[in-house]
């Protein structure tokens, strides 16, 4: 073999040997330098920033106008290698009207859950899947709101990195009920604050 065919083969396999090592870690897209929002899906919003993506599907909600309980679909990841916390007392919703409403305690969820019950399944049935955006995660449940007899602890903060997606249902109760207009899902940080925009709107045949 001559020299500069050598030479040609060994800059080959060194070309090689980083994809084959990255193929084993998450596929990060474009860094992201300013809070980005797009629409995948009719019913789906994603949010992204430098730190936390979070992907949210409405499509149980535009369905059941006038419940009680918002009930939303979440998947929430990192877009780093280092952890970023969800705290769940700074997750809310604006409701049409200019309301903020934050997450209920766990405790609150489990009084009234009985009353959820039937609208949490059909809810986790009509979920679309939210592991689109990236592959090679490991998952994990979001967990604010375990199932009761689910044997689990509510969390009362999340930690992710771009290596995790955590996925789960997150519930506001809702006076007078859900209501179309345009709303809003917040998640404040120590120095930012992720805010989802959607529209809940009257299904027409």
Avoid at 132 to 141: E, H, I, N
Avoid at 160 to 170: E, F, I, M, Q, T
Avoid at 190 to 195: D, G, L, R, S, V
């Amino acid at each position: 073999m001559g020299t500069h065919v050598k030479r040609a083969f060994v800059l080959g396999v060194l070309a090689i040997v980083p994809l084959a090592c990255g193929s084993t870690t998450p596929a990060m897209p474009n860094p992201v330098i300013e809070p980005t929002i797009d629409q995948p899906g009719r019913y789906i919003v994603r949010y992204r920033d430098s730190v936390v993506e979070i992907v949210l599907d409405t499509k149980y909600a535009a369905n059941n106008l006038g419940e009680e309980w918002l009930i939303l679909n979440t998947a929430m990841s990192g877009m780093t290698g280092a952890d970023t916390e969800i705290d769940r007392e700074l997750v809310s919703v604006r409701t049409p009207d200019g309301r903020t409403i934050p997450l209920p305690s766990y405790r609150e969820f489990n009084a009234a859950y009985s009353k959820i019950a039937p609208a949490a399944r059909r809810a986790g049935l009509a979920s679309d899947p939210l592991d689109f955006t990236r592959a090679s995660r490991r998952d994990c449940l979001v967990d604010f709101f375990p199932l009761p007899g689910s044997g689990r602890s509510a969390r009362k903060a999340l930690h992710v990195s771009k290596n995790d997606l955590c996925v789960g249902l997150l519930y506001f109760p809702i006076p007078n009920g859900v209501q179309p207009g345009s709303w809003k899902l917040i998640v404040e940080f120590e120095e930012t604050e992720a805010i989802l925009p959607f529209t809940l709107e009257v299904e027409r045949p």
